[in-house]
């Protein structure tokens, strides 16, 4: 009996160590810890009140009730949205920290010269959660309609306009950028840290220019207290169907979208990430979210599987070098 006590306890002491070495994410499966036991959150990179933040609240909800845990968003905003980029990036890979991956993410090579991460290697993806237009609006105190009396306004008064958007080399400033280098203009980049901030100065009238997502546009449009002069998108909004697309306005072959999606820290277990995969396809199909991304210019686009999200975010990433080139952005 006292061998037998001896062996079980050293069976037991090098399974503590075996356990001790794994991933949060591996030790759970090991001892048959059901996932989720404990409250998830994702962690959007963004200040409250824009896309990405109204994307991440609109779907935690039915992830929670999905799970049986509460799904909580925490907004990390800075950097252009690296800081919490980062953070999610260095988590654990156990399904507890979840990031709100969007396209300026594979933005970030290109633009941020030393970063802890990589947009590829660094994530697990788990599923596209949407796309939407951008929208270039103005206050209705500068003297412009559309998009070719910008660029009149902007050759004629070459250090007179100016233009907010989420954050610097994010889709937003690089549509601008474009639009500029196409046109032959000049206009100075007002970086905020988030859409829902950029609007305030907008509709303010401290910055006259606003290239920004539809959430945090649409409702000053429809009251008046901004003009919409184009949409980024290869075709009209919906949500705005008088208002012509960049292509339409004189730039032929236009067309940039923002895109959101959810993804977890590298390394975290396949099953762990099909669950969540599983959660939120259902989630985005409820017809709370999907009213609630129709309402700001969004569907609810979501992949098949985990690999067709990886295999975007792959070919967004090697995408943005030659563009970013081709407008001016260092």
Sequence with gaps: NAILRQSAGALLAAACLVLAGMPAGAQAQALGTDYPNRPIRII???APGGVTDIIARAVAQPMSE????PVTVENRPGAAGVIGTELVAAAPPDGYTLLMFVDGNSMMPTAIRQLKHDPVRSFAPISLLGRGSLVLVSHPDLPVS??????GFGRANPNALSFATPGKSGPQHLAFETIKAHAGFNAEHIPYKGGGQAIIDVVAGQVKLGMLGMAPALPHIKAGKLKALAVTGAERSSLLPDVPTVAESGIPGFAMAQWQGLVAPAGTPPEIVARLHATVSKAMTTPAVKERLSLIGMDHSTS?????????????????????KAAGIQ
């Design 66 to 69: 999905a799970l049986g845990q």
């Design 304 to 324: 098949a599987t985990p690999g067709q999200f990886a295999e975007l975010i792959a070919r967004e990433t090697g995408r943005w070098p030659a563009l970013f």
């Design 44 to 46: 959007v990179s963004y």
């Design 146 to 151: 559309n998009l070719q009396d910008v660029i």
